[in-house]
């Protein structure tokens, strides 16, 4: 635990002992921001029935405002409060995947969650993150916490509190500083207003595990006629992105780690600096790196990639199964081309 207290340009750095969380609910309570940690990404809270206090988020981040947040909640007692006709399906993935990171997309509690919450959607998105402090902060603010990921909208989401600090020092009230997050990516979002069960973004929980609990198919956001389940809106924007432009190189191993070494040689005698997410020649990732090692380190490793000036991030395609789906997610958003060879 760290128990420690300063102030940088107006923000107060806390550490996640229990007397900083409880000063940290006092905050929220009252209608201010904190960023906090959970096993996914840092969150950037605020009181979900409060709209001035959600207001403040979106211009922290600079988010646009059509993009809705995500609700914490700590108890499932509080599930009542944010949202209302909770299907059936919705309580079987509660019991295998809560506290955990999976977001539900259910009918929204409207006169308890303000529109603001959701961009103004008749519905609402509601996790409980697997993360000791999240879940003692929302206890000590007592109310469900409203949260997007704590980085400055379009930058890579922030998995220490130093890259909170980078993106939002002076701009919001406090941060918990606690470990890095453990997963490294955002909890999957599935929508359960629909006729099936559909994945908006993929993340911490996969597909996989998701159709074994159910027993049916889910769906993809995308693969299916825009007609038939409502889109998350944040999926729209290119995200997650580095400075540097990033080329993203897909196809078989041996042809896209050949493309990556020309290129990198290239790019280099032209006297660019060239990061490397790949396990091509020197590359940042050593070889055969699950999709949970590479969860893990993305996004510090785009902004340690940043911090050093590189000119150009060449990262390899990797397989789009269970978590790896996220990482496919987030390196195709993050990216300015895909080359297939
Ligand atoms: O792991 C996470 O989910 C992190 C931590 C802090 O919990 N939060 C996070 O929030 O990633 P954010 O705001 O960066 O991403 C939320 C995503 C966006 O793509 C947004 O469009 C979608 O969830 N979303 C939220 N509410 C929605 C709704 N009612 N309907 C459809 N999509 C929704
Ligand atoms: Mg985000």
């Known amino acids: 635990m760290t128990r420690s207290r300063t102030r940088v340009k107006g923000t107060l750095l806390l550490g996640d002992d229990h007397g900083s969380i409880a000063l940290a609910g006092v905050i929220i309570r009252r209608g201010g921001l904190v960023a906090f940690p959970t096993e996914t990404v840092y969150g950037l809270g605020a009181s979900a029935v409060n709209p001035v ?27 009542d409060e944010v949202a209302c006709s909770v299907p059936d399906n919705a309580y079987r993935l509660i019991d295998l995947f809560w506290p955990g990171p999976l977001s539900l997309v259910l009918q929204r509690r409207t006169g308890v969650i303000p529109p603001e919450v959701s961009a103004g959607l008749k519905t609402v998105a509601v996790r409980m993150p697997d993360h000791r402090a999240a879940l003692d902060l929302i206890r000590s603010a007592n109310v469900p916490i409203a949260a997007p990921s704590a980085n400055r909208s379009g930058r890579p989401s922030p998995t220490a509190y130093w890259h909170v600090l980078e993106d939002l020092t002076g701009k919001i009230d406090a941060v918990l500083k606690s470990s890095t997050c453990s997963i490294g990516l955002e909890s999957t979002v599935l929508d359960l ?18 159709e074994k609990a159910l027993g049916c198919p889910v769906l993809l956001a995308g693969q299916y006629k825009a007609s038939t389940a409502p889109a998350s809106p944040g999926m729209k924007y290119r995200h997650y992105s580095p400075r540097a432009p990033l080329i993203l190189i897909a196809g078989p191993q041996s042809r896209r780690r050949l493309l990556i070494e020309a290129i990198a040689e290239n790019s280099r005698r032209r006297g660019l600096m060239v990061g490397l997410l790949s396990s091509a020649i020197d590359g940042a990732l ?3 790196l699950s999709p949970e090692e590479i969860a893990a380190h993305l996004y510090g490793v785009l902004r340690q990639m940043d911090q050093r000036g590189v000119n150009l991030i060449l990262a390899e395609e990797t397989e789009s199964k269970g978590l790896g789906l996220a990482v496919m997610n987030r390196l195709r958003k993050a990216a300015a081309r895909v080359l297939k060879v």
């Open 53 to 79: 206090a959600v207001r403040q988020i979106f211009a922290a981040k600079g988010r646009p405002s059509d993009n809705p947040l995500i609700v914490h909640i700590a108890e499932l007692a509080q599930l």
């Open 193 to 210: 207003t629909g006729l099936h069960p559909v994945i908006l973004r993929p993340g911490g929980v996969s597909r996989e595990e998701l």
């Open 286 to 288: 050593p070889d055969h």
